[in-house]
């Protein structure tokens, strides 16, 4: 056999591996919106069919639709959209302009702050998670989206890290450059610091914002209100251990909070491959 055979096999062999652990993890999702068509019954005894055995049933999506206490699920998703998108945008500023201060700009102390804020990235987050409570209950905010929102407004270590990554490959005679020009600081990191920033910028973007899509365990610490609760927290209510969980609309539901995402990752798919290849994240 030639080495022009033995390298077609061995290609075919690795795409088949390929394909095959893409199915395993397709699979779920793929069998959750099916589920989404099925009732109860169809759900926990014939588990390991694809496909609906006793009919189709589109009246999950609407029984889904309707929610809690006359709260729908459209105001749930509006909430997360909400937390997410401005827990994003608060992530994006505040982590960029102390990435720059950080790695761009010679201050007393730097160091010690830089040591500090890779020290956070240490502490798992159950460390911090009762003094926080503690601290907005006493400030009275318990109940609303403050304590989601505003701590992503005063900087991300993981974020800061990775744009001082990419910030320290930006060449230092444009600074320079500008600086000549009439340029301070501040202008320094909006006119050509910030435009650069973009692929880590966008990389930001997407992560930080399936992370707060996703978030379950804060909106069940900090939202007690059916009415302000986000998605993760409405879907896990249909689960109910006390009561008739209605499977079939949980899955309905599911299907839907994964559109948000999945429309991100196509609309910015190339941009987070460029920029976590043109950070610090491979290391």
């Not at 759900?43 to 206490?69: C, D, Q, R, V």
């Not at 699920?73 to 990435?99: C, D």
């Amino acid at each position: 056999m030639g080495m022009h055979a033995k390298r077609r096999i061995g290609k075919i062999i690795y795409h088949l591996l390929i394909g095959g652990f893409g199915v395993l993890m397709v699979y779920p999702i793929f069998w959750m919106i099916m589920g989404a068509f099925k009732n109860n019954n169809d759900i926990l005894n014939h588990s390991a069919s694809f496909f609906p055995t006793l009919g189709w049933h589109m009246e999950n999506w609407a029984n889904g639709w309707k929610g809690y206490s006359g709260v729908t699920f459209g105001t749930f998703f509006r909430n997360s959209l909400i937390v997410a998108a401005l827990s994003t945008l608060g992530t994006v500023i505040s982590s960029s302009m102390v990435a720059y201060a950080l790695a761009r700009v010679k201050f007393k102390g730097r160091k010690i702050l830089f040591w500090c804020m890779l020290a956070t990235l240490m502490l798992p987050g159950q460390v911090i998670l009762i003094p926080q409570y503690m601290i907005y209950n006493s400030l009275g905010v318990v109940g609303t989206y403050f304590p989601l929102i505003f701590p992503h407004f005063c900087g991300q270590a993981f974020f800061i890290y990775q744009m001082m990554q990419f910030c320290q490959g930006i060449p230092r005679e444009l600074d320079e450059a500008a600086f000549v020009d009439g340029c301070n600081k501040y202008m320094i990191y909006f006119k050509i610091v910030l435009p650069l920033l973009k692929p880590s910028i966008i990389t930001t973007l997407i992560i930080q914002f399936y992370w707060k899509w996703d978030d379950f365990m804060g909106p069940l610490i900090y939202l007690s209100k059916p009415v302000t609760w986000t998605a993760s927290v409405a879907l896990k209510n249909f689960a109910d251990a006390s009561g008739q969980s209605d499977y079939g609309a949980l899955f309905a539901m599911s299907t839907l909070s994964l559109i948000p995402v999945f429309l991100i990752f196509l609309i910015f798919n190339r941009q987070l491959v460029e920029g976590v290849s043109s950070t610090g994240l491979k290391g």
